[in-house]
């Protein structure tokens, strides 16, 4: 069964940030989003759940406000994905549990905030 979790108002930020912040200010943004995810999901699931057993796509929906948005290859969700491992969704991020972490920008509307969504789902192979 997937898990669904959204960060209301969450703007992550940009590679090109990123590679012009010193190292201390680049850890301590990935940080935030890593315990940003963590909380966000203890608290819309109660308690920790066993891990995917299988392999995982986590799929990244970024909502930006029109004239906001960052390129595709430009949004950084490292963090987001360590919240996922530290919180136990997923047993760790590297090839033998995540195949992919596609990442998409879109526009926000009424029906869908500024915000981030990430879902998490077992990859049939």
């Given at each position: 069964m997937p898990v669904k979790l959204f960060l209301p108002g969450e703007r992550p930020v940009s590679w090109n940030q990123m590679c012009r912040f010193h190292y201390k200010a680049r850890h301590a943004?990935?940080?935030?989003?890593?315990?940003?995810?963590?909380?966000?999901?203890?608290?819309?699931?109660?308690?920790?759940?066993?891990?995917?057993?299988?392999?995982?796509?986590?799929?990244?929906?970024?909502?930006?406000?029109?004239?906001?948005?960052?390129?595709?290859?430009?949004?950084?969700?490292?963090?987001?994905?360590?919240?996922?491992?530290?919180?136990?969704?997923?047993?760790?991020?590297?090839?033998?549990?995540?195949?992919r972490v596609p990442c998409e920008p879109r526009k926000a509307t009424k029906k869908h905030p500024v915000g981030v969504i990430i879902t998490v789902k077992e990859v049939k192979e």
């Open positions: 943004r990935t940080e935030r989003d890593k315990e940003l995810v963590y909380y966000a999901l203890f608290d819309a699931l109660g308690e920790h759940i066993p891990p995917f057993e299988k392999r995982v796509d986590i799929e990244i929906n970024v909502y930006f406000k029109p004239g906001k948005a960052h390129d595709s290859d430009n949004i950084c969700v490292k963090g987001y994905v360590d919240g996922l491992v530290a919180f136990g969704i997923i047993k760790d991020d590297d090839m033998r549990y995540v195949r």
